[in-house]
């Protein structure tokens, strides 16, 4: 049996758990940061990502008049760090970023600063900002990736060295996928 009475208000939970990342933004002496759940990548070709950031959020203010940000992949390891800035907003708290016990330093290409405690960082120019109804998403060109070499692959990064986090309201988890995930070797 199958119910469709369901909120439609809530459809965007089907779609969770959700990998979260931290958009940091601004400057080093005027910085902004923010946990998303709600990123994707756009196009391998230009490298392009998609950042959904909800129009009240300090950061938006800051990434739109900057024009950069950096996607900050965190380990499991700071989770508390990571939930810190996903709930406290820079307006309310000047100093955020240094409360929730991370580490500003400066990007290779871009003014927005990136975190040194995560061990991906994806620096991204803004290209365009699109309205997609109570989120905007922030259409960022990746022009430059820093990878701790320790956990490096041939593909990208070893998800035994870097367990990603997912977000499922109130829950986060590292192994969200652990039982789905698929080799290609197995998969043929
Ligand atoms: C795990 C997690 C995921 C979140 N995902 C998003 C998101 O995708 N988009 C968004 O606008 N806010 C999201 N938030 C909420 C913001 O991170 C939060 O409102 C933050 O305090 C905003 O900071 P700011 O006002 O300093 O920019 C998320 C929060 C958490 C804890």
């Known amino acids: 049996m199958k119910t469709s009475e369901i909120d439609l208000k809530i459809a965007y939970r089907f779609l969770y758990p959700r990998f ?6 601004g400057s080093l002496s005027k910085p902004s940061a923010l946990a998303i ?13 998609g950042a959904l950031i ?3 959020r300090y950061s938006h203010e800051i990434i739109r008049k900057t024009g950069s940000f950096v996607v900050n992949i965190p380990n499991f390891d700071l989770v508390k760090e990571t939930h810190y ?5 820079g307006r309310e708290e000047p100093n955020k970023i240094e409360k929730a ?3 500003l330093e400066p990007s290779n290409k ?3 600063p990136r975190i040194m405690e995560c061990k991906i960082n994806l ?6 900002i699109i309205n997609t109804g109570d989120h905007d998403m922030f259409i960022g060109e990746i022009i430059d990736i820093a990878v701790d070499t320790s956990i490096q692959d041939d593909w990208s990064y070893d998800l035994s060295k870097h367990q990603a986090i997912y977000w499922r309201q109130s829950k986060f988890s590292s192994d969200a996928y652990k039982l789905n995930v698929i080799n290609e070797e197995d998969s043929s």
């Open 20 to 25: 979260t990342i931290i958009i940091s933004s």
């Open 37 to 49: 759940a709600w990123s994707t990548p756009l196009s391998a070709n230009p490298p392009l990502i």
């Open 54 to 56: 909800a129009s009240k």
């Open 85 to 89: 800035v996903g709930r406290i907003s």
């Open 101 to 103: 016990g991370f580490t």
């Open 110 to 112: 871009i003014t927005a």
């Open 123 to 128: 620096e991204c120019n803004l290209v365009d």
